[in-house]
């Protein structure tokens, strides 16, 4: 980065910061559109999650079961039976406090009994239990396969040999992807079952009783078959980590495109994420737009006259509206979680799984829109045509990126910065830090971008 | 004298709205010598700024060459520019910005730092005498303190080559006559080369060690002012006021002329009665004393004289055959 693009950005930056106007502008941005959000999607009546009792939840129980040393024992029916319970305490169990790995899986600890929160209707069929999701009946399905009780529990094999786990044991929760709050909660509590099932929870009930009385001596049996650390740390925790996703799967499905919109544990948080994306193009295009202006200002060619090059003053340009951007994006994600902790009643922040994950997206999602702000730029002549073609290209890219809630056919999807922004805001408010390809994408993205932009500006005859 | 900034052949067209070709400039060639004041006249539209924005490196030529200081513009531009001072004739500074986080700004561009960047600031202020305004911002100052802070970005880092693009336009007597004395001074005190450009024929004449004269993009005339008279073969204009005109008439014109054995051309200045006589001739001096005795004879009392000498307004005149300012 040439000294002068440094220079340049510093003095945008100043000049952005310094200036009542303008900084009321970048402050008040994030923040109106923030408490806009808030208003309209976040749950301002109902006390937090008290407002989500009696979701109309459909269960089919295929579980065929299985026996244990001769007691039969069916998950299935555990399952259903902890879904309608009246103890409060069913899920956050004892059981769960003792060991760190055990709430990994439960986003959701609901304070209200399941019975409250959910109610439960038994399907018998499949398909028709789909249907009464995809009618808006059901806020989710949960389908039990019927070897859920076989796959989850441990098979001794001859001798000292477990084999455990086997192929996870896979439980579909089927939601309508305009009910993601719910369709999360639901797969909260499941993961959380399945999880504890081999947790050695004691208060899951009577139907687990067989298990509990089966998973020490499983234990005991492992520990002495093997002097693997990381298994004997694993049964410290009562097979919690081995549970975590190996074991029980839940994955939910829904009718609508299931995997551009991944669940978030907020909706707030979903519709935030999706906002701030768009919106960073929008502050990107701001910021992008000083070059436009330093031109009618005659700055630009003043700049240029001295030893600075073209591509170190839109290098510079680049630098400070990445600057902007991102300090914008992370000024709406801060009021988007405050105004989410105001609702929830205590602070916690949404998105904020892994700091150094939320990064790796802002980062490069910011460096994306600030390429695209000078490809722009580098393309008009006035400011007004920014406003114009920006909004085009903006509207385009959220359409392709699936933003206006139909989704576009997946290689065309992947030009736009707002699905790849989109898709990693989701996994990290889904809790998930895989966020490396969106990262790299979005990196590539600016760059090219960038680049595009600055052979434009060079190749023109007049500044 | 070396040629510091050598342009050969510069051609540039615009395109007007209706599409039609505007011929900006016309195979200019201009040659600015180390350590000299060139003054770049014309009138409004001439191409002045054109051919600046050409020769400080942000419009490409359709067709020419500039080299400055050795560097070719278009293959070297960063050391060509290096050399580069450019006043542009429409402001170009940061409204919010101080006096002095502008300078300071654009000295760091230039790759000044530290304390020398420190002092050169403090100079430049006290040059174009902001030093007491240096921490308001720009947007504050009157035009002709804002036209001074723009003198003094391009000042500031002492380029061997300072273009001035009509740094006067829009300023009161003071602030013109204060910018002009410090065009004078850059030379004596910094040896600073300097490329002026005015459509004010005074400020050329003042200024310049040389004058060209552009119009409609060609640079017709090229020289000092007194070439450039030579050249055009001026002479000097005597304008006389009778107190009343009565006997005035054509025959009496030219026994006038008579009397001064042919040396000037002794016309009426307007309607005979209103008894102006202009009298052309190339000593105008020299022949006053014999015009005012053959007038008395004549009886034909005085009122007024004025001698005008030739003047580039006048030059521009006859060469291009409209005036300088229209
Ligand atoms: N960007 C442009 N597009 C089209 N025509 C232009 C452009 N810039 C200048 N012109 C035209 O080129 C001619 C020369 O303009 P230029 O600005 O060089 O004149 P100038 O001598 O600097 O005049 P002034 O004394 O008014 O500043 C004018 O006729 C002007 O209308
Ligand atoms: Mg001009």
Request: one cysteine or more; proline letters at 4%.
């Given at each position: ?463 | ?234 002479q000097d204009r005597l304008e006389i006021d009778l ?10 014109l030219q026994?006038l002329e008579?009397a001064l054995?042919g040396a000037a051309r002794v016309q009426s200045g ?6 102006r006589i202009l009298v052309h001739a190339s000593r105008g001096r020299q022949i006053l004393s014999p015009l005012i005795?053959a007038l ?6 005085v009122?007024?004289v004025t001698v005008q ?18």
């Amino acid at each position: 980065m040439p000294a002068a693009a440094i220079l340049i950005a510093r003095k945008d930056l100043y000049l952005r910061f310094s200036n009542r106007a303008s900084l009321l502008f970048l402050l008040a941005l994030p923040l109106g559109l923030s408490l806009i959000i808030t208003l309209v999607f976040g749950d301002l009546d109902g006390d937090g999650p008290a407002a989500l009792k009696g979701i109309p939840l459909g269960v089919v129980n295929l579980d065929e079961g299985t026996a244990q040393q001769g007691r039969p024992i069916n998950y299935g029916a555990g399952l259903l039976q902890l879904l309608t319970a009246a103890a409060p305490e069913a899920v956050a169990g004892a059981g769960a406090a003792a060991c760190p790995y055990a709430s990994a899986g439960g986003a959701v600890e609901p304070d209200l009994a399941m019975n409250e929160l959910f109610s439960v209707q038994e399907v018998r069929d499949v398909a028709a239990g789909r249907d009464l999701v995809n009618s808006g009946e059901l806020a989710a399905l949960v389908i039990v396969p019927a070897d859920f009780s076989t796959r989850l529990s441990p098979q001794i094999g001859p001798g000292v040999t477990i084999l455990y786990p086997q192929a996870p044991a896979s439980v579909e929760v089927y939601s309508d992807g305009s009910r993601a709050l719910e369709g999360q909660v639901v797969s909260a509590v499941v993961a959380g079952y399945s999880e504890r099932l081999l947790a050695g929870n004691i208060a899951l009930g009577a139907a687990i009783n067989g298990l509990i009385v089966q998973e020490p001596l499983a234990a005991l049996r492992l520990a002495a078959a093997s002097d693997d650390e990381a298994i004997s740390a694993a049964l410290a925790c009562g097979f919690a980590d081995l549970a975590s996703g190996a074991v029980a799967d839940v994955h939910q499905a829904g009718p609508v495109d299931d995997h551009a919109l991944r669940q978030s544990t907020r909706v707030l948080a979903f519709v935030g994420m999706a906002q701030a994306t768009f919106f960073a193009l929008f502050a990107a295009q701001f910021g992008v737009l000083g070059v436009v202006e330093e031109r009618r200002a005659g700055t630009l060619q003043r700049i240029l006259t001295t030893s600075t090059t073209r591509s170190a003053f839109l290098a510079g340009k680049l630098l400070g509206t990445w600057v902007t951007a991102l300090f914008q994006l992370l000024l709406l994600l801060i009021a988007l979680s405050l105004f989410a902790s105001l609702i929830e009643g205590r602070l916690f922040f949404l998105w904020s799984a892994s700091l150094p994950a939320l990064f790796a997206i802002l980062l490069p999602l910011s460096l994306a829109v600030a390429g695209l702000g000078v490809v722009l730029v580098a393309f008009v002549q006035r400011v007004e045509q920014i406003g114009a073609i920006g909004a085009l290209v903006n509207i385009l890219l959220a359409m392709l990126g699936g933003a206006y809630g139909f989704t576009v056919p997946e290689p065309w999807s992947w030009l736009s910065l707002i699905y790849w922004g989109v898709e990693g805001m989701a996994r990290l408010g889904a809790g998930d830090t895989a966020v490396g390809l969106n990262a790299l994408v979005l990196t590539l993205q600016g760059l090219v971008l960038f680049g595009i932009g600055l052979w434009l500006f060079r190749r023109r005859v007049e500044v | 004298m070396k040629t510091l900034l050598e342009a050969r052949g510069l051609n540039k067209q615009y395109r007007r709205e209706d599409g039609s070709p505007l011929q900006a400039l016309a195979d200019v060639d201009l040659a600015i010598r180390r350590g000299e004041i060139y003054g770049l006249l014309g009138p409004n539209g001439a191409g002045k700024t054109t051919l600046i924005s050409i020769i400080s490196g942000l419009m490409a030529p359709d067709s020419g060459q500039v080299v400055i200081g050795g560097h070719d513009l278009n293959r070297d531009p960063l050391s060509a520019r290096g050399l580069l001072g450019v006043v542009p004739q429409e402001l170009a500074l940061y409204e919010d910005l101080s006096a002095r986080q502008n300078l300071r700004f654009f000295g760091r561009l230039c790759g000044l730092r530290g304390p020398e960047l420190e002092q050169r600031v403090d100079e430049t202020l006290e040059f174009v005498d902001l030093a007491d305004r240096q921490r308001e911002r720009a947007s504050r100052f009157s035009g002709g303190m804002k036209r001074r802070l723009n003198i003094g970005i391009g000042l500031l880092h002492r380029p061997q080559l300072v273009y001035m693009d009509e740094p006067t336009v829009g300023v009161d007597p003071q602030s013109r006559r204060r910018i002009l004395d410090s065009v004078l001074r850059l030379r004596a005190d910094h040896g600073m080369t300097v490329l002026y450009t005015t459509h004010l024929m005074e400020e050329a004449q003042e200024l310049s060690d040389r004058v060209g004269i552009i119009d409609h993009g060609r640079l017709i005339a090229e020289g000092t002012v007194g070439d450039l008279v030579l050249q055009a073969g001026e002479q000097d204009r005597l304008e006389i006021d009778l107190v009343e005109s009565g006997r005035l008439d054509a025959a009496l014109l030219q026994e006038l002329e008579r009397a001064l054995s042919g040396a000037a051309r002794v016309q009426s200045g307007g309607p005979i009665e209103q008894g102006r006589i202009l009298v052309h001739a190339s000593r105008g001096r020299q022949i006053l004393s014999p015009l005012i005795t053959a007038l008395g004879a004549a009886g034909l009392e005085v009122r007024s004289v004025t001698v005008q000498e030739p003047n580039l307004e006048t030059v521009f005149l006859q060469m291009t055959g409209h005036a300088l300012r229209d």
